[in-house]
């Protein structure tokens, strides 16, 4: 049945069905989507699909046009989930990613997906699960009304499944106004975060000023709500 399902996947050229894939993702999003190059699936045990120069929009109160922007992204798919209908990454791997997070005056983000469908309804994008991440030269930033614009720029990030649990290892570099930053921690699945469900971490931050750990879980994720966290020197 792999062998079957992996031919197939080899007969479809995913390039053809770009203009699809957009339409479905701009009305699932609520927000523009261009993708500059093409659209490459690799079959075999494990399916990797490739994307270049991904650009999605923002709502139409944000300052900066564009959300995300990436040059490219790499997924490796599991293919026994697939064969259920449901999205699991192997691995994603996302490079020279641009993420611009804002709040407006109602104190409405930019991050959250659910949107209007024929001004009744409201759908949300599908879930996930990722078992690996790697990032790489991101920079993310974040503008909330009234306030200042912070940015965060990251060398990279990984990701990696810890334990039976599905406990995520959280490593990362990066650098606040030009100053080194190491991240350290642990993460419960992706795919819990998305789900917008009861979100435990454990995260250490090592500064050349500071030095100091944050644990704990966020009853809402996607809106930053329901808070129950303590920080630590």
């Known amino acids: 049945?792999?062998?079957?399902?992996?031919?197939?996947?080899?007969?479809?050229?995913?390039?053809?069905?770009?203009?699809?894939?957009?339409?479905?993702?701009e009305h699932m999003s609520g927000r523009t989507l261009v993708i500059v190059g093409d659209i490459s699936l690799h079959p075999n045990l494990i399916p990797t699909l490739k994307v270049d120069g991904?650009?999605?929009?923002?709502?139409?109160?944000?300052?900066?046009?564009?959300?995300?922007?990436?040059?490219?992204v790499e997924a490796r798919l599991a293919l026994v989930p697939l064969l259920f209908?449901?999205?699991?990454?192997?691995?994603?791997?996302?490079?020279?990613?641009?993420?611009n997070l804002e709040t407006n005056e109602s104190n409405q983000n930019n991050w959250s997906f659910a949107t209007e469908i024929d001004g009744s309804q409201t759908f949300d994008l599908p879930t996930f699960d990722i078992t690996a991440l790697e990032i790489n030269n991101t920079i993310i930033s974040h503008q909330a009304?009234?306030?200042?614009?912070?940015?965060?720029?990251?060398?990279?990030?990984?990701?990696?499944?810890?334990?039976?649990?599905?406990?995520?290892?959280?490593?990362?570099k990066?650098?606040?106004?030009?100053?080194?930053?190491?991240?350290l921690g642990e993460i419960d699945p992706i795919k819990r975060f998305f789900e917008n469900k009861g979100?435990?971490?454990?995260?250490?931050?090592?500064?050349?000023?500071?030095?100091?750990?944050?644990?704990?879980?966020?009853?809402?994720?996607?809106?930053?709500?329901?808070?129950?966290?303590?920080?630590?020197?």
């Open 54 to 72: 991904i650009r999605l929009g923002n709502l139409p109160w944000a300052k900066h046009p564009t959300m995300l922007s990436a040059d490219h």
């Open 174 to 183: 990066a650098s606040v106004n030009g100053e080194k930053l190491t991240i």
């Open 199 to 233: 979100y435990h971490l454990s995260v250490n931050f090592k500064h050349r000023v500071f030095d100091f750990a944050i644990e704990g879980s966020v009853g809402q994720p996607l809106t930053l709500e329901a808070l129950d966290l303590f920080a630590t020197a």
């Open 1 to 25: 049945a792999f062998g079957i399902f992996a031919w197939l996947i080899s007969t479809v050229d995913i390039n053809r069905y770009k203009p699809e894939i957009i339409a479905a993702v």
């Open 145 to 172: 009304f009234g306030e200042g614009h912070n940015s965060l720029k990251i060398s990279d990030v990984n990701l990696r499944k810890k334990d039976s649990h599905n406990k995520l290892a959280l490593t990362a």
């Open 85 to 99: 209908g449901e999205v699991s990454l192997r691995r994603l791997s996302i490079d020279n990613a641009e993420l």
